[in-house]
């Protein structure tokens, strides 16, 4: 399995990534401009990565972490997204029914809706996935001219991080962020500032999809439920209509009748 690992201390925030990712999923690039101002965090539909400032002059990049299991996957009713062995959780579009499950999920609130769009869409980085099976690298990562980012094996990721911190301890907090949280992500960072301004929730190590699961498994099953009994009411108030207009027309059908007996009997 692959995965990416920032390192923050090199970033500079030049966003060339950001400018790589844009052209990598032909984005509209003015409206990803656009975006960069009007969302809070940078993120849009037209823009699949950003570059939030930190603390001290520090940045960091911020897109979706392929988290090893993640909850959007576990969250999504019609299976539009999916992990691939290569370590990226990718988005099939001829499958999603837009309910946005993915978008309420998602622990670090990174999949953005096509709003403005008559045949909206969910959107999300997808790690380059098409370039990574041609052998090639994530653009993001073949953009940044400072090596802020290392694509490769998660595993030997996770090796080079943990060299790094021990060879500078004085410059990074001894942690590799995404290494354990949510059950584990591929996009991992090593910081010498705290990532909160990404959204790391507080919470434990083991994956949201063990929260999520059980809840998104009875939501069929509450839903027909609601359905039948919605639909029951409205058998038994539409007979109870009809009922009603049989015996009114019963009755003018018999107005006429006693009308005429009378008339007879004078």
Known sequence: M???LVDVTRCTGCEKCVDACI???N????KAQIDSVAARD???ANRLSSIIKLENGHFARKSCMHCLEPSCVSACLVGSLTKTPEGAVVYDPSKC???RYCMLACPFHIPRYEWD???PYVMKCAMCIDRIQDGKLPACVEACPEQAMIFGHRDELLKKARRRIAANPEKYINHVWGEREFGGTAVMYISDVDLGKLDWPKVPASAIPELTEPLISKTPVIAMSVMGGILSINWIIGRRMKLAAERRSQAE???PEVKKDQDDEQ
């Open 27 to 30: 984005s509209n690039y003015e």
């Open 253 to 255: 059908n018999l107005e």
């Open 2 to 4: 692959y995965g990416i």
């Open 97 to 99: 029914i837009g309910c």
């Open 23 to 25: 052209k990598a999923n």
């Open 42 to 44: 940078g993120l849009s």
């Open 117 to 119: 769009s008559t045949h």
